[in-house]
């Protein structure tokens, strides 16, 4: 069965440390995965994607993901993180050029930041 | 350009009542999906249009319909409301298929 996996439901970390979100999917065809960012009561902004090639990729306010396909993972990351980041994070898998119907989301991680 | 609008950005309807909720893509972009997000469900895919046809519709009671205009605008619409219905509604829209932009959701309470 298609899935994506975050194991983490809510993180708190404090300001300026590491961040790591993980994600992990099963998907039967080639993925293509992606990162999103919510703030509270607004729409998902894309923070970064993967189709092919490196497989780290960088995205917008300073955050990269790695694609490990023999782990299954894309996992996020920030190396100082900021206490704008606060927001939930969904990671999201689905096939290039198909319909927005097979897009599947995780069920989010919520970020806190510790002063 | 412009992000995609969703208005309004507010709803409170009573059960029983019916709404519609209306999105404006990117400029260009012909592809609009909807989707709802509630706290228990998460995100839940709800119908895709594209040039005016519905390509896909997710697994929701026929209470909830949509439609797109030849402007790609969509609207969609809720009858018969019930309480389940209270929800955080997205529309996305795309130029190619799976690079999706959000608008920023209409709320809506159903009391």
């Known amino acids: 069965a298609q899935s994506v996996t975050q194991p983490d439901i809510h993180i708190t970390v404090s300001e300026g440390a590491s961040l790591e979100l993980r994600c992990n999917y099963s998907?039967?065809?080639?993925?293509?995965l992606f990162w999103y960012v919510q703030s509270p009561g607004q729409g998902l902004q894309l923070l970064l994607k993967?189709?092919?090639?490196?497989?780290l990729v960088q995205g917008i306010k300073g955050f990269e993901a790695e694609f490990k396909r023999s782990q299954s993972s894309f996992n996020l990351r920030k190396p100082s993180v900021h206490w704008s980041d606060a927001a939930e994070y969904f990671c999201?898998?689905?096939?290039?050029?198909?319909?927005?119907?097979?897009?599947?989301f995780g069920s989010g991680t919520r970020l806190s930041i510790r002063p | 350009k412009a992000g995609v609008t969703q208005t309004p950005r507010y709803l409170i309807k009573t059960r029983g009542q019916q709404v519609t909720l209306s999105c404006s893509p990117i400029?260009?972009?012909?592809?609009v999906s909807w989707y709802q997000q509630t706290p228990g469900q998460g995100l839940q895919f709800l119908f895709e249009?594209?040039?005016?046809?519905?390509?896909n519709k997710g697994n929701f009671p026929g209470r909830f319909s949509g439609r797109q205009f030849s402007n790609s605008r969509s609207e969609m619409n809720v009858s018969t409301l019930e309480l389940g219905d209270s929800a955080l509604y997205l529309c996305?829209?795309?130029?190619?298929?799976?690079?999706?932009?959000f608008g920023p959701g209409t709320r809506l309470t159903v009391l």
């Open positions: 998907y039967g065809a080639t993925p293509y």
């Open positions: 996305a829209s795309s130029s190619q298929a799976n690079e999706q932009f």
């Open positions: 993967y189709f092919s090639g490196d497989t």
């Open positions: 400029s260009g972009h012909r592809s």
């Open positions: 249009y594209f040039s005016e046809t519905q390509r």
């Open positions: 999201a898998v689905g096939a290039a050029y198909s319909s927005a119907s097979k897009i599947i």
